[in-house]
């Protein structure tokens, strides 16, 4: 028969707890600094892409070949959304830090454990705050778009709703780091330096191990930057999605390992050591999900779409082994442009990287280099090429299998406009941070949370 009091757990109503952490997050300064910020931030980078791109429609007026390069995601929207990426990773743990640093600091962490809430009921409050924050710095940029469309410019639903999406998914990642970093710390500053110890240490992983073989590369990948990379070229891969999540949930239940202070420090070990086993096993899980969508409405990380679907009935596998050096900028090319459309095109594809140790680029030392061997069952051929337009035929006849014809139509555009953006310069200058400090002095009206909480708790 269960208890009394874990009957005032289960029906505690989570909206007081939810509106107190909201309130606890926009009662401080951190959150009002970083918005305040991110106007001129963003208001700039999406001026000098509105610029830039003008400038390259104008010489793309009278040619429909370079106008098919014009793409407002590369050309406006990712740089745009460049400056909330730089914010979310400096200044977003600080919004985020004071959902628990506050309460450790002033010893009010002790009264919140005491509340007919579990633990991870409190987490999950955390976590909704943050989101809510992340909404609010989301503002600017998202005014940013509005903009850009009242322009003339053109926005592709489905490839910005992805961007955004991936931009969501890293803001929760930096949120959960900087939540776990203040469970763990006894003040908000140092949670602050153990929160930036994570996110400036992902910008180290990238630039010093980024395209370096073997296990150099795997380390490469657990940059946090790579997490955005995917989605700012226009792909949804549900491995990675998996991976973020787990990455997330991971985060938030070692959070509350190490929220409660009754808990002894060798049971919050066994239990963390616990968390991070689950995190692993869907980490392996997911790098073995190689799912991934194309929202991109130029579709340039896929074949055009006769070559698609023949490629598609492919049912054996295709072994390529490499002979390229990893920092070869033709295995660069190589990658971008056959391989990686060949592992969403093809349902079993095998990849080998086969170098012999050279990596002085153009040496003739070894005469196989530069090969790319191709193998499908049974047969095989062998090219030096890197573009599709050579491959393709390649591998249509070691399947025995005709080239399809192309497809009529479905020829991508391209959007080019001149705009003048020097107006919109305004709005994030003055117009946008005014907004902001009108609803900053809006918000330092005395809350009525703490009565709630009290109400819930049944006491007097």
């Not at 009091?5 to 600094?33: D, N």
């Not at 007919?116 to 503002?139: Q, S």
Request: overall charge positive; glycine content about 8%; aromatic content about 8%.
């Amino acid at each position: 028969m269960r208890s009394p009091e874990a009957a005032v757990i289960r029906r505690a109503p989570f909206h007081p707890l939810l509106a107190k952490e909201l309130r606890e997050i926009v009662s401080g300064r951190a959150l009002w600094t970083m918005l305040l910020i991110l106007c001129p931030l963003v208001g700039y980078s999406f001026w000098q892409a509105v610029v830039l791109y003008g400038e390259a429609s104008s010489a793309a007026r009278d040619s429909p070949a370079l106008a098919s390069g014009l793409s407002p995601l590369d050309g406006v929207l990712v740089p745009t959304f460049g400056a909330l990426y730089v914010a979310v990773t400096l200044l977003f743990p600080f919004v985020a830090i004071r959902t628990l640093g506050r309460e450790k600091e002033t010893g009010a962490l002790r009264l919140l454990v005491q509340l007919p809430y579990r633990v991870p009921t409190l987490i999950a409050a955390k976590m909704a705050a943050i989101f809510g924050a992340w909404l609010a710095a989301l503002i600017p940029a998202a005014s940013a778009v509005v903009i850009w469309a009242v322009l003339g410019g053109h926005v592709h639903v489905p490839e910005t709703a992805n961007l955004i999406f991936g931009h969501l998914l890293y803001g929760l990642l930096v949120g959960a780091i900087a939540l776990f970093a203040a469970s763990i710390s006894e003040s908000s500053a140092t949670a602050a330096i153990v929160a930036l110890a994570f996110t400036i240490g992902s910008w180290v992983l990238d630039f010093a191990l980024a395209g370096q073989p073997g296990a150099l590369e795997w380390f490469s990948r657990l940059s946090l930057t790579q997490t955005l990379r995917t989605f700012e070229q226009g792909l949804l891969s549900i491995g990675l999605l998996l991976g973020i999540v787990a990455a997330i949930c991971g985060l938030a239940a070692l959070s509350a390992v190490w929220l409660h202070p009754g808990v002894p420090l060798r049971t919050r070990f066994m239990r963390s050591i616990a968390c991070v086993a689950a995190v692993a096993a869907v980490f392996a899980l997911a790098s073995q999900v190689r799912t991934s969508v194309d929202l991109t409405e130029d579709r340039r990380n896929s074949f055009p779409a006769a070559d698609q679907r023949a490629l598609a009935e492919l049912r054996e596998p295709l072994l390529v082994t490499v002979r390229l050096a990893p920092e070869d900028p033709r295995y660069v090319d190589l990658r971008r442009n056959v391989l990686a459309k060949l592992e969403r095109a093809l349902p079993h594809v095998g990849i080998r990287l086969a170098t012999t140790g050279q990596s002085v680029v153009g040496s003739t030392a070894d005469e196989a280099y530069g090969e790319i061997e191709y193998s499908y069952e049974g047969r095989e051929d062998k090219s030096r090429s890197t573009s599709p337009r050579e491959i393709l035929p390649l591998l249509y006849a070691l399947a025995g299998k005709p080239i399809p014809p192309p497809s009529a139509g479905g020829e991508y555009p391209g959007y080019p406009l001149v705009a003048n953006g020097r107006w919109t310069l305004p709005w994030f200058l003055v117009g946008l941070p005014l907004l902001i400090v009108i609803a900053w002095w809006r918000s330092r009206r005395p809350p009525q949370i703490a009565a709630q909480l009290i109400k819930v708790g049944g006491q007097p």
